[in-house]
């Protein structure tokens, strides 16, 4: 459908109430604030906070109706007043792994007339976990040659609320809120870990990679607030180690990333020599090698027990030499670090291919013998373009225009 004819439907529907606010995704203090502004008492406030964060959160409710231990006028008020946003599940698809992926829609309460944005987000179940990967930001403003995402504008970037919503809605679908059940379709859910497995997690979802679409840390108050609520140990609670941030080298973030949010750490590295990075990762002209890795050496929390990860796209011919794989080695000495080697994964009009498997097991035998350990990851969901670094979507940035009709015409 074209954008004339949105245009034109805008103005026939006009005018617009502005829509009620989503209270998923704001913070503790934000959400009382939200209350008492919608005339409920401070302290009752504060209260009624504690039992939303935990009907949000740790049971998915999704109606305020069900929230039973809150008085039936107050649930009314709150009924009248926000809303409990979800994204809208546009497909959903399995892979031959296992591996899911989903395309969700997201609308803007606020700006009811402005078309949906849409982005994809990634279930990896293995055996002892699951992972799910989320996305930031429709498309990204970066433009590494090597990924989908790339060549896709940004259209925006997500809200908090946006970003737990796609795990919300993951954990919704895989059964993970209490009296939830698991689907039935093929795709694996990783087996209870029971007393042997890691904290005994028998959760659908037990890890999160901040690996979708778009640059966290171009959107880093939303992540942070995102990712602060997901860990939160009266909510979700999903440990912080278990939360990776990966980031293109926004270097001026990487303090802050670890200081005020606590997460694992993950770099896109993938070349050892500014000339190749420069043109693999562009943003290497503004942050080069050198100073991505002093931010590195000096993130808060870094030990052996916390490493951070380097991403190294395999990439025919480029970047996969032994020479590559020393420098690699050299580069890090002295960093607590893991090296993850992805196999490149083609997509439609790319010009790369993905490096031979036996450079692939000479590159990593190089590493290994420096001391990092099973460095190369398996490719999920290619079957479904669903692997790293495959993830796009439809959306389309409007131009400014086009923008404010739209938004003239809710003004009216
Ligand atoms: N913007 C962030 C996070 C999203 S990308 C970042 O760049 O780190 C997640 C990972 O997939 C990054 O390491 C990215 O470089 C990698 N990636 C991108 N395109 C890829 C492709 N086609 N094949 C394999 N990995 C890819
Ligand atoms: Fe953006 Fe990351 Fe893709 Fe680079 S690799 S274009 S930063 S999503």
Redesign the pocket.
């Known amino acids: 459908m074209s954008i004339a004819l949105d245009l034109d439907q805008a103005v026939a529907r006009r005018p617009i109430p502005k829509g009620r606010p989503s209270l998923v995704g704001l913070m503790k203090p934000e959400l009382a604030q939200a209350l008492t502004a919608a005339g409920i008492g401070e302290k009752e406030a504060r209260m009624r906070a504690s039992q939303l964060w935990n009907w949000l959160y740790v049971n998915g409710a999704t109606d305020f109706t069900a929230m039973t231990n809150i008085g039936k006028a107050t649930r009314a008020l709150l009924a009248d007043t926000f809303v409990i946003d979800r994204p809208e599940i546009v497909s959903e698809q399995v892979s031959s792994d296992g591996t899911r992926k989903w395309l969700f829609r997201f609308r803007d309460p606020q700006a009811p007339l402005l078309p949906p944005v849409e982005v994809e987000t990634v279930y990896i179940p293995e055996e002892d976990r699951g992972t799910l990967?989320v996305s930031?930001q429709v498309g990204?403003t970066?433009t590494?040659t090597?990924?989908?995402?790339?060549t896709q504008k940004l259209v925006r970037n997500l809200t908090a609320g946006e970003i737990l919503g796609q795990v919300l809605m993951a954990r919704e679908r895989l059964g993970d809120f209490p009296g939830g059940t698991r689907p039935d379709d093929g795709g694996l859910v990783p087996a209870p870990r029971g007393s042997g497995g890691s904290e005994g997690d028998s959760r659908a979802i037990t890890n999160i990679?901040?690996?979708?679409?778009?640059?966290?840390?171009y959107n880093y108050d939303n992540v942070k607030n995102a990712l602060l609520i997901a860990s939160d140990g009266d909510g979700m609670s999903l440990s912080k180690r278990r939360i990776t941030?990966?980031?293109?080298?926004v270097v001026p973030q990487i303090e802050p990333t670890g200081r005020e949010i606590g997460v694992m750490l993950?770099?896109?590295?993938?070349a050892v020599r500014d000339d190749l990075r420069d043109v693999l990762?562009p943003i290497n002209k503004k942050w080069p090698i050198k100073e991505l890795l002093d931010a590195c050496r000096n993130y808060p929390g870094l030990s052996n027990a916390r490493r951070i990860t380097f991403?190294y796209?395999m990439l025919d011919g480029i970047n996969d030499s032994d020479a590559d794989a020393r420098e690699l080695v050299r580069l890090l000495a002295g960093i607590p670090a893991k090296i993850?080697l992805?196999?490149?994964?083609?997509?439609p009009g790319?010009n790369?291919g993905?490096s031979k498997s036996d450079r692939i097991e000479r590159f990593a035998d190089i590493v290994n013998r420096a001391g990092y350990a099973s460095p190369v990851r398996t490719?999920r969901g290619r079957d479904i373009l669903a692997?790293?670094?495959?993830?796009k979507s439809e959306s389309e940035r409007l131009s400014k225009k086009e923008r404010d009709a739209l938004e003239g015409a809710i003004a009216f």
């Open positions: 990967c930031s990204c970066l590494c090597f990924c989908h995402t790339g990679v901040m690996m979708g679409m778009g640059e966290p840390l941030l990966s980031t293109s080298g993950a770099i896109s590295l993938h990762v991403e796209v993850n992805i196999p490149f994964n083609p997509w790319t790369y993905c490719p692997a790293c670094g495959q993830l």
